[in-house]
């Protein structure tokens, strides 16, 4: 005859399933943060991020646990650390030591004891589980800013001022935390076409011309490795941008440039 066990034992097991969907979920939300940490745009950057993903997800916890800790964004103090190791001891006990510790579950007291233990877990689970929430939650936010900035100021973000307003709107208050984004190099047309696009709001005369010459110094001076000759030439087959010497038939005439639409 099987020995009669406590009636708090499918209470006891009912809080486990809780607990471990709760580790799970932790070690779900670190493997799409660490990943995110460090991303280069190019070609092989892509490539070794698709890698590192796949890499991340075959992790333990304190693998996982461990990519965290090194990086620089969080809170730095013994608490933090203290508070995120005690959380793997309880995940390992949860998994590993809990019948041992515990009688079974076979009487009351040890299923009491189980369920107090248990709840404090939980708990301090909990304020691990929303500290790597809002990391990831911020990480992701910084890589759309980054990109978005890319987008509208070209390969060079280092004015500063297209990367710091993405940054606002899609941080707000956040603090801002460690991430590295590289973006790839970009093509000479789409580095032209931007700066001629800014120009062209900011000091373009009352029939929408911009002299290309401003451009071409402008281009220069944010990206020193274009090309030190044929600006125009390129310029000219760049979708959207029509070009004139003007005025027209005059010696003293200069190329410039509209948007065509």
């Given at each position: 005859?099987?020995?009669?066990?406590?009636?708090?034992?499918?209470?006891?097991?009912?809080?486990?399933?809780?607990?471990?969907?709760?580790?799970?979920?932790?070690?779900?939300?670190?493997?799409?943060?660490?990943?995110?940490?460090?991303?280069?745009?190019?070609?092989?950057?892509?490539?070794?991020?698709?890698?590192?993903?796949?890499?991340v997800r075959t992790q333990t916890l304190?693998?996982?646990?461990?990519?965290?800790?090194?990086?620089?964004?969080?809170?730095?103090?013994?608490?933090?650390?203290?508070?995120?190791?005690?959380?793997?001891?309880?995940?390992?006990?949860?998994?590993?030591?809990?019948?041992?510790?515990?009688?079974?579950?076979?009487?009351?007291?040890?299923?009491?004891?189980?369920?107090?233990?248990?709840?404090?877990?939980?708990?301090?689970?909990?304020?691990?589980?929303?500290?790597?929430?809002?990391?990831?939650?911020?990480?992701?936010?910084?890589?759309?800013?980054?990109?978005?900035?890319?987008?509208?100021?070209?390969?060079?973000?280092?004015?500063?001022?297209?990367?710091?307003?993405?940054?606002?709107?899609?941080?707000?208050?956040?603090?801002?935390?460690?991430?590295?984004?590289?973006?790839?190099?970009?093509?000479?047309?789409?580095?032209?076409?931007?700066?001629?696009?800014?120009?062209?709001?900011?000091?373009?005369?009352?029939?929408?011309?911009?002299?290309?010459?401003?451009?071409?110094?402008?281009?220069?001076?944010?990206?020193?490795?274009?090309?030190?000759?044929?600006?125009?030439?390129?310029?000219?087959?760049?979708?959207?941008?029509?070009?004139?010497?003007?005025?027209?038939?005059?010696?003293?005439?200069?190329?410039?440039?509209?948007?065509?639409?």
């Amino acid at each position: 005859m099987h020995p009669i066990k406590s009636h708090l034992q499918p209470v006891v097991e009912q809080r486990i399933g809780r607990n471990l969907l709760r580790c799970q979920l932790i070690e779900l939300r670190l493997k799409t943060l660490l990943p995110l940490r460090k991303i280069d745009f190019s070609n092989d950057g892509i490539a070794e991020f698709k890698t590192r993903s796949t890499r991340v997800r075959t992790q333990t916890l304190g693998q996982l646990i461990a990519g965290y800790l090194d990086s620089g964004d969080a809170e730095k103090s013994a608490d933090r650390e203290r508070r995120i190791d005690e959380f793997v001891q309880a995940r390992n006990w949860l998994t590993h030591h809990l019948l041992a510790s515990h009688g079974a579950l076979q009487s009351d007291e040890d299923c009491s004891a189980c369920l107090d233990r248990l709840d404090r877990d939980y708990s301090a689970a909990e304020v691990v589980a929303a500290e790597v929430a809002m990391a990831t939650r911020i990480t992701i936010k910084m890589v759309r800013a980054f990109v978005e900035a890319w987008e509208k100021a070209g390969a060079n973000l280092s004015e500063g001022s297209e990367l710091m307003a993405a940054m606002e709107r899609h941080l707000g208050d956040e603090t801002p935390i460690e991430v590295s984004v590289v973006m790839p190099p970009d093509s000479v047309e789409n580095i032209l076409a931007a700066v001629m696009r800014r120009l062209h709001r900011e000091r373009h005369d009352i029939e929408g011309w911009t002299h290309f010459s401003t451009a071409g110094q402008v281009a220069r001076r944010e990206s020193p490795d274009l090309p030190k000759k044929g600006l125009l030439d390129i310029a000219r087959r760049v979708d959207g941008f029509q070009f004139e010497q003007r005025p027209a038939g005059s010696p003293n005439a200069v190329w410039m440039f509209r948007p065509t639409s």
